[in-house]
C-alpha cells in the first residue's frame, strides 16, 4: 500500500532520530566496557562521565530507541494488515510530543544534569526537566496508539468475521500493557518527583517512588520484547520458508503476557526492606508463570522453523535447525530474527534465576544482571529493532539498500560480541562484581588497595564483547546512514511478509477478545500491588533528601 | 489447542513448579530467607556492633556518600550475625558476596538478614546500587577470626 | 504444489522441536541448579 506524507515523513524521522541518537548510546556502552576493565581507570572520557555515560546509555537505548521503534513498527503493521492510516492527528501529535521530550532528555543528560541512571531513584536528583521530557516521550506514545483504534474499528466494521490478525492483537497486547503500566511511572514522575526537584515540596518517599517505577519497570521489558515477538510469529515464518504452527498458540502467548508481565514489577524489589515475604513470595510464582508464554513462543517459532527445514529436505532429529537461509544476503533479516533468539534462550533462563525468590539475593545488582539483560533487550529486542529499521525506513523513503553482505553479517557479529559481554558479566557477577559501577577507578585498578583480581578476567571478556558489539553497530550505522544520505529510487510502501498458518485451526472463543484478559490482569496487579503499597506505607517514610550524585550535602537543609 | 503444545507448556511447568519447591525447601529447611522488613524507626540510622552472647551479635550499618558506618567488623567464627541497614542519603546496596547476602539500604526504610560465619577470613561488602560519584570506593570488611 | 503441500502440513509432528525444547529446559536445570549450589554453599 503507498502512503500519505505526512505518515511517510513521521516514519522517517521516528527511525532516524533515535537511530542518530543510537550512535551516541552504542558509544557510551563501549566505553563502559573500557572503565570496568580498568583500561581507564579515571572519572569522565572527553568531557563524559563514567555515570553520565552510563545515563545516556541505558535512556537512549532502553526508553528513547524501543519506545520510538515500538511506535514506528505499530504504525507499519497499522497500515500494512489493516490498508488504513491512523488519523494525522494522532501519529504527528504523538512525533512531536515524543521528539521534544526525548530532545530535552538528551539535552539535561548532556549537559550533565541528569546523571541518576535511567531508573532516576530518588533521592539522587535529576533535573526536573529531565523527568518532564520523559514522561512527554511516553505519553507521546500513548497518543499513536490512541490513533490506531479508528482504523482497527473502520478494518472490523468491513470484515466482520474474520479474526483480528496475529500482528494487531500482539501490537494492541503491547501498548495496553504499557499504556496500563505507565501511568504509575508518568504519577511517580510528574506528581512525585517533579515538584521535588523544583523544591516545591521537600520530602520524597523513597521506597514508594521505587514500587511505582518497577510498576512500569517490568512490563517495561515486555513492551521491549513484544514487538519482536510480533516478528517472530507472523514475519520469521515466511522468511524462512515455513508457515507459522499454530496461530492459537501465538494468541495465546500474547494474552498471557498481557496479564503476567504487568503484576510481577515486585521481583526487581526482591532485596528491599519495606515489602513483605509473603508479597515477594506470591511474585515469584507469577514470574515463573510469565515465563511460560516465553516457552511456548520457543516451542511454536521452533515448530515453524523446523517445518520451513523439513520443506528443504531435512531429515532427523535437528537437522532442520541447519538447513535454514543462514547467511544469505538476499534474506537479511533471517539473521537480524534467528541471532536474537539464539541470545533469548540465554537472556530467558537468567531471568528465571533472576526471578526465583531467594536466589535473587546471589545475583541482585551484580553483574549478572546487565549480563542477563545484554541477551535480551540487546539480544532479541535490538536486534529486531535494527533489521526492521533498515527494512521500514528502505521502503517508506524508497532509497536502496546497499552494503547486503555486510547487513546480513551484522547480526552474526553482534550475537558473538553479545556472548562475549554477557560471558564475562555473569561469571563475574557470581564472583560479586557490581553492576552500575566505575571499577576501574578502585576494583579493577591494580594500584588502588580496593583491586579484586578476579574481577580482571570476567571484565576483560566483557571488553572484548563490547568491542566486537561495536564494530557491529560502527557497520551498521554506516549500512543505515549510507542509505539515508541516498537519494530515493523507488516509491514509498508499506508491505510486510506474511506467515500463513501450517493448521486450519479451530476458533477459541477466549483467545479472540482482549476484554476478558484486561479484567483478569487488573485482578492480579491488584492482588500484588495492594499489599505492597500498603507494606510500603507500614515500613517505609518520607525522607527530607535530594542529592546531587557529585555532592554527599543534603540540598534541602533542615530547619531545625 | 495443539497437543504437542500443550505437552511443551506441561513439560516448562513442570520444571518451574520443582524450581518452586527447590526454593521453597531452602527457606524452610536451610533457612535461607529474603531481608525482612522492620517499621522504620531513628535509632537504626545510629550505626552500632552489639554482641548479645558468645555466639550471636547485632550489627547496626548505616550507608551514607560513600562508606558504611562501620567498615569493619571483627567476629568470631561461628557467629551468627544479625544485620539492620538503612541508608541516610540515597539508596545503596550492601553485597556480602562469599555469604550471599545482598540487601538494598533504602533511606526511610530498615532491612534485616541474619547469618551465620563459620569460616575464619575476610568477607568483603560492597555498595551495589549506583550512589553517586563515589560509588565505586564504598567497601568494607567483616574480619572473621 | 498445493497437494504436496497439504500432504506435508497434515503429516507434519514437531519432533525435532519437541527434542529442542527437552534439550533447552535440561539447560535451564543445569544453569538454575548450578546457582542454586553456590547459594547452599555459601550460606
Same mark, same amino acid.
Given at each position: 500500500?503507498?502512503?500519505?506524507?505526512?505518515?511517510?515523513?513521521?516514519?522517517?524521522?521516528?527511525?532516524? %532520530?533515535?537511530?542518530?541518537?543510537?550512535?551516541?548510546?552504542?558509544?557510551?556502552?563501549?566505553?563502559?566496557?573500557?572503565?570496568?576493565?580498568?583500561?581507564?581507570?579515571?572519572?569522565?572520557?572527553?568531557?563524559?562521565?563514567?555515570?553520565?555515560?552510563?545515563?545516556?546509555?541505558?535512556?537512549?537505548?532502553?526508553?528513547?530507541?524501543?519506545?520510538?521503534?515500538?511506535?514506528?513498527?505499530?504504525?507499519?503493521?497499522?497500515?500494512?494488515?489493516?490498508?488504513?492510516? =491512523?488519523?494525522?492527528?494522532?501519529?504527528?501529535?504523538?512525533?512531536?510530543?515524543?521528539?521534544?521530550?526525548?530532545?530535552?532528555?538528551?539535552?539535561?543528560?548532556?549537559?550533565?544534569?541528569?546523571?541518576?541512571?535511567?531508573?532516576?531513584?530518588? =533521592?539522587?536528583?535529576?533535573?526536573?526537566?529531565?523527568?518532564?521530557?520523559? *514522561?512527554?516521550?511516553?505519553?507521546?506514545?500513548?497518543?499513536?496508539?490512541?490513533?490506531?483504534?479508528?482504523?482497527?474499528?473502520?478494518?472490523?466494521?468491513?470484515?466482520?468475521?474474520?479474526?483480528?490478525?496475529?500482528?494487531?492483537?500482539?501490537?494492541?497486547?503491547?501498548?495496553?500493557?504499557?499504556?496500563?503500566?505507565?501511568?504509575?511511572?508518568?504519577?511517580?514522575?510528574?506528581?512525585?518527583?517533579?515538584?521535588?526537584?523544583?523544591?516545591?515540596?521537600?520530602?520524597?518517599?523513597?521506597?514508594?517512588?521505587?514500587?511505582?517505577?518497577?510498576?512500569?519497570?517490568?512490563?517495561?521489558?515486555?513492551?521491549?520484547?513484544?514487538?519482536?515477538?510480533?516478528?517472530? #510469529?507472523?514475519?520469521?515464518?515466511?522468511?524462512?520458508? /515455513?508457515?507459522?504452527?499454530?496461530?492459537?498458540?501465538?494468541?495465546?502467548?500474547?494474552?498471557?503476557?498481557?496479564?503476567?508481565?504487568?503484576? &510481577?514489577?515486585?521481583?526487581?524489589?526482591?532485596?528491599?526492606?519495606?515489602?513483605?515475604?509473603?508479597?515477594?513470595?506470591?511474585?515469584?510464582?507469577?514470574?515463573?508463570?510469565?515465563?511460560?508464554?516465553?516457552? %511456548?513462543?520457543?516451542?511454536?517459532? /521452533?515448530?515453524?522453523?523446523?517445518?520451513?527445514?523439513?520443506?528443504?529436505?531435512?531429515?532427523?532429529?535437528?537437522?532442520?535447525?541447519?538447513?535454514?537461509?543462514?547467511?544469505?544476503?538476499?534474506?537479511?533479516?533471517?539473521?537480524?530474527?534467528?541471532?536474537?533468539?539464539?541470545?533469548?534462550?540465554?537472556?530467558?533462563?537468567?531471568?528465571?534465576?533472576?526471578? @526465583?525468590?531467594?536466589?535473587?539475593?546471589?545475583?541482585?545488582?551484580?553483574?549478572?544482571?546487565?549480563? $542477563?539483560?545484554?541477551?535480551?533487550? *540487546?539480544?532479541?529486542?535490538?536486534?529486531?529493532?535494527?533489521?526492521?529499521?533498515?527494512?521500514?525506513?528502505?521502503?517508506?523513503?524508497?532509497?536502496?539498500?546497499?552494503?547486503?553482505?555486510?547487513?546480513?553479517?551484522?547480526?552474526?557479529?553482534?550475537?558473538?560480541?553479545?556472548?562475549?559481554?554477557?560471558?564475562?558479566?555473569?561469571?563475574?557477577?557470581?564472583? /560479586?562484581?557490581?553492576?552500575?559501577?566505575?571499577?576501574?577507578?578502585?576494583?579493577?585498578?591494580?594500584?588502588?588497595?580496593?583491586?579484586?583480581?578476579?574481577?580482571?578476567?570476567?571484565?576483560?571478556?566483557?571488553?572484548?564483547?563490547?568491542?566486537?558489539?561495536?564494530?557491529?553497530?560502527?557497520?551498521?550505522?554506516?549500512?543505515?546512514?549510507?542509505?539515508?544520505?541516498?537519494?530515493?529510487?523507488?516509491? *514509498?510502501?508499506?508491505?510486510?511478509?506474511? @506467515?500463513?498458518?501450517? $493448521?486450519?485451526?479451530?476458533?477459541?472463543?477466549?483467545?479472540?477478545? %482482549?476484554?476478558?484478559?484486561?479484567?483478569?490482569?487488573?485482578?492480579?496487579?491488584?492482588?500484588?500491588?495492594?499489599?505492597?503499597?500498603?507494606?510500603?506505607?507500614?515500613?517505609?517514610?518520607?525522607?527530607?533528601?535530594?542529592?546531587?550524585?557529585?555532592?554527599?550535602?543534603?540540598?534541602?537543609?533542615?530547619?531545625? | 489447542?495443539?497437543?504437542?503444545?500443550?505437552?511443551?507448556?506441561?513439560?516448562?511447568?513442570?520444571?518451574?513448579?520443582?524450581?518452586?519447591?527447590?526454593?521453597?525447601?531452602?527457606?524452610?529447611?536451610?533457612?535461607?530467607?529474603?531481608?525482612?522488613?522492620?517499621?522504620?524507626?531513628?535509632?537504626?540510622?545510629?550505626?552500632?556492633?552489639?554482641?548479645?552472647?558468645?555466639?550471636?551479635?547485632?550489627?547496626?550499618?548505616?550507608?551514607?556518600?560513600?562508606?558504611?558506618?562501620?567498615?569493619?567488623?571483627?567476629?568470631?567464627?561461628?557467629?551468627?550475625?544479625?544485620?539492620?541497614?538503612?541508608?541516610?542519603?540515597?539508596?545503596?546496596?550492601?553485597?556480602?558476596?562469599?555469604?550471599?547476602?545482598?540487601? %538494598?539500604? &533504602?533511606? /526511610?526504610?530498615?532491612?534485616?538478614?541474619?547469618?551465620?560465619?563459620?569460616?575464619?577470613?575476610? #568477607?568483603?561488602?560492597?555498595?551495589?546500587?549506583?550512589?553517586?560519584?563515589?560509588?565505586?570506593?564504598?567497601?568494607?570488611?567483616?574480619?572473621?577470626? | 504444489?498445493?497437494?504436496?503441500?497439504?500432504?506435508?502440513?497434515?503429516?507434519?509432528?514437531?519432533?525435532?522441536?519437541?527434542?529442542?525444547?527437552?534439550?533447552?529446559?535440561?539447560?535451564?536445570?543445569?544453569?538454575?541448579?548450578?546457582?542454586?549450589?553456590?547459594?547452599?554453599?555459601?550460606?
Amino acid at each position: 500500500m503507498t502512503i500519505s506524507k505526512s505518515l511517510k515523513t513521521t516514519i522517517l524521522i521516528g527511525l532516524a %532520530m533515535p537511530m542518530s541518537l543510537f550512535i551516541l548510546g552504542a558509544y557510551n556502552g563501549v566505553m563502559q566496557t573500557l572503565y570496568r576493565a580498568g583500561v581507564l581507570q579515571r572519572a569522565a572520557t572527553a568531557g563524559i562521565n563514567y555515570y553520565q555515560g552510563l545515563t545516556m546509555h541505558g535512556v537512549i537505548n532502553a526508553i528513547v530507541l524501543t519506545t520510538f521503534f515500538a511506535v514506528m513498527f505499530g504504525h507499519f503493521t497499522i497500515v500494512h494488515y489493516l490498508q488504513r492510516e =491512523p488519523p494525522r492527528w494522532s501519529y504527528i501529535g504523538s512525533l512531536v510530543l515524543m521528539v521534544t521530550g526525548a530532545t530535552i532528555d538528551l539535552v539535561v543528560m548532556v549537559l550533565g544534569k541528569a546523571s541518576a541512571l535511567y531508573t532516576f531513584y530518588a =533521592p539522587l536528583k535529576a533535573s526536573a526537566f529531565f523527568y518532564i521530557g520523559t *514522561a512527554m516521550l511516553i505519553i507521546g506514545s500513548w497518543i499513536a496508539f490512541a490513533g490506531w483504534l479508528k482504523p482497527w474499528r473502520e478494518w472490523k466494521r468491513e470484515h466482520p468475521d474474520e479474526k483480528m490478525p496475529i500482528a494487531i492483537l500482539g501490537t494492541f497486547v503491547n501498548f495496553t500493557m504499557w499504556f496500563m503500566s505507565s501511568i504509575p511511572v508518568i504519577y511517580e514522575l510528574l506528581v512525585l518527583l517533579t515538584p521535588w526537584a523544583m523544591g516545591t515540596t521537600d520530602t520524597v518517599h523513597v521506597p514508594l517512588t521505587r514500587t511505582l517505577f518497577w510498576m512500569f519497570g517490568h512490563p517495561l521489558v515486555y513492551f521491549w520484547i513484544l514487538p519482536a515477538y510480533v516478528g517472530y #510469529y507472523t514475519i520469521l515464518p515466511k522468511i524462512a520458508g /515455513g508457515k507459522l504452527y499454530s496461530g492459537n498458540a501465538a494468541r495465546m502467548a500474547f494474552l498471557l503476557f498481557l496479564v503476567l508481565s504487568t503484576p &510481577v514489577g515486585v521481583h526487581h524489589q526482591l532485596s528491599e526492606g519495606a515489602i513483605s515475604g509473603g508479597v515477594k513470595l506470591w511474585v515469584s510464582v507469577l514470574t515463573f508463570a510469565v515465563s511460560i508464554p516465553s516457552f %511456548m513462543t520457543a516451542f511454536t517459532v /521452533g515448530a515453524s522453523l523446523e517445518y520451513a527445514g523439513r520443506r528443504r529436505g531435512a531429515r532427523g532429529l535437528l537437522q532442520w535447525m541447519k538447513k535454514l537461509p543462514w547467511l544469505r544476503a538476499d534474506n537479511y533479516l533471517f539473521g537480524y530474527f534467528i541471532c536474537g533468539l539464539i541470545l533469548f534462550i540465554f537472556g530467558g533462563l537468567s531471568g528465571i534465576v533472576n526471578g @526465583s525468590y531467594t536466589l535473587n539475593q546471589l545475583v541482585h545488582n551484580t553483574g549478572w544482571v546487565p549480563g $542477563h539483560f545484554h541477551m535480551t533487550v *540487546a539480544g532479541p529486542s535490538i536486534l529486531f529493532i535494527l533489521g526492521l529499521t533498515l527494512y521500514m525506513f528502505h521502503e517508506v523513503s524508497g532509497k536502496p539498500l546497499h552494503m547486503k553482505l555486510t547487513i546480513t553479517i551484522i547480526p552474526y557479529l553482534w550475537m558473538i560480541g553479545v556472548a562475549m559481554l554477557s560471558h564475562g558479566l555473569m561469571a563475574g557477577g557470581l564472583m /560479586g562484581e557490581p553492576r552500575r559501577t566505575n571499577l576501574g577507578m578502585s576494583y579493577t585498578n591494580p594500584d588502588s588497595p580496593m583491586f579484586n583480581s578476579h574481577w580482571v578476567p570476567s571484565t576483560t571478556l566483557t571488553m572484548v564483547g563490547g568491542i566486537v558489539m561495536g564494530t557491529a553497530a560502527l557497520l551498521y550505522f554506516i549500512c543505515f546512514f549510507r542509505m539515508l544520505f541516498s537519494k530515493p529510487v523507488a516509491a *514509498a510502501r508499506v508491505s510486510l511478509p506474511e @506467515s500463513e498458518e501450517l $493448521h486450519e485451526e479451530k476458533d477459541i472463543p477466549l483467545l479472540l477478545t %482482549m476484554k476478558p484478559w484486561v479484567v483478569i490482569c487488573l485482578v492480579l496487579v491488584a492482588t500484588t500491588y495492594v499489599p505492597t503499597i500498603k507494606n510500603v506505607f507500614k515500613y517505609g517514610k518520607p525522607v527530607k533528601n535530594q542529592y546531587q550524585m557529585e555532592n554527599p550535602v543534603n540540598i534541602i537543609q533542615d530547619e531545625k | 489447542m495443539d497437543k504437542y503444545e500443550l505437552r511443551a507448556i506441561a513439560l516448562s511447568g513442570g520444571l518451574l513448579a520443582v524450581f518452586f519447591f527447590a526454593v521453597l525447601y531452602n527457606s524452610y529447611s536451610r533457612n535461607l530467607d529474603m531481608p525482612t522488613c522492620l517499621p522504620f524507626e531513628k535509632t537504626f540510622e545510629k550505626s552500632e556492633v552489639n554482641k548479645i552472647d558468645d555466639n550471636l551479635y547485632e550489627v547496626y550499618i548505616v550507608a551514607h556518600m560513600w562508606a558504611f558506618d562501620p567498615e569493619e567488623i571483627e567476629i568470631p567464627a561461628g557467629s551468627t550475625v544479625d544485620f539492620y541497614l538503612t541508608a541516610k542519603d540515597v539508596v545503596h546496596g550492601f553485597h556480602i558476596n562469599e555469604k550471599g547476602v545482598n540487601m %538494598m539500604a &533504602v533511606p /526511610g526504610t530498615i532491612n534485616k538478614i541474619t547469618t551465620r560465619f563459620d569460616s575464619p577470613g575476610v #568477607y568483603r561488602f560492597v555498595c551495589n546500587e549506583f550512589c553517586g560519584q563515589g560509588h565505586q570506593n564504598m567497601m568494607g570488611k567483616i574480619i572473621v577470626r | 504444489m498445493d497437494n504436496k503441500d497439504n500432504h506435508t502440513d497434515d503429516n507434519f509432528k514437531p519432533y525435532g522441536t519437541i527434542a529442542f525444547m527437552v534439550l533447552l529446559l535440561i539447560l535451564t536445570a543445569i544453569v538454575w541448579f548450578s546457582v542454586y549450589k553456590i547459594q547452599i554453599d555459601r550460606a
